[in-house]
């Protein structure tokens, strides 16, 4: 599309050139001219980027920095700027889980704390939360589970003004939304009481 373009940078092609995965130099010392191995041409940038298809779907987007997890969805194609990430091809079941207080427990103690009471949501230490798939869920908790997330979701996109008055509305839900979640994974009574002891409610963050 930029023939232009291409010709200057061809003048710079032996540096532009990514290194095959098979090249090997004749000598230890030797090193390539160009760019690191990758599926990229030379005249492309180096990183791959087929990714942004992700960010026009329907996605869970949240902040690298959060006291307890602040996980909301998108389904209107945004792309979000540095510091907010996503989590593509997910919908109202992960979310539910992941704004849960079962998962604000799992944070606390497996995340990285900064600033006093924030956590660092580094994606490696998100993946390792031990989600139960929505296939193995019981029609009744998914539907739990997913209703009572986008009821949250509606009830905090309310108008400003709206939302204050819907205090107790929220609470009820995101209660509603714990004990499915404590139902899912088969907490015990004792359990459900060391939860709630150590992670506070939305509200009280």
């Not at 939304?177 to 506070?200: M, S």
Request: hydrophobic share 35%.
């Amino acid at each position: 599309a930029y023939p232009a373009v291409k010709e200057y940078l061809s003048q710079h092609k032996e540096r532009l050139k990514p290194k095959p995965k098979d090249w090997n130099p004749r000598h230890e010392d030797a090193k390539w001219p160009g760019r690191k191995s990758g599926s990229y041409a030379w005249y492309e940038i180096q990183d791959a980027v087929d990714y942004y298809k992700a960010f026009e779907g329907t996605k869970i987007i949240y902040s690298d920095l959060s006291v307890r997890g602040s996980f909301t969805l998108d389904e209107s194609g945004i792309y979000p700027a540095n510091t907010l990430y996503i989590i593509a091809d997910a919908g109202l079941y992960l979310l539910g889980l992941l704004n849960s207080r079962l998962a604000g427990f799992y944070y606390i103690h497996h995340f990285a704390t900064y600033r006093g009471s924030y956590l660092r949501f580094f994606k490696d230490t998100l993946k390792r939360l031990p989600v139960i798939p929505r296939e193995d869920a019981s029609q009744d908790l998914r539907e739990k589970i997913e209703s009572h997330a986008q009821k949250l979701l509606d009830l905090h996109d309310a108008p400003e003004g709206v939302v204050e008055s819907r205090g107790d509305q929220i609470r009820r839900e995101e209660n509603a939304l714990d004990e499915a979640v404590y139902e899912l994974y088969g907490l015990t009574p004792d359990e459900i009481q060391l939860v709630e002891q150590r992670v506070p409610a939305i509200d009280e963050v």
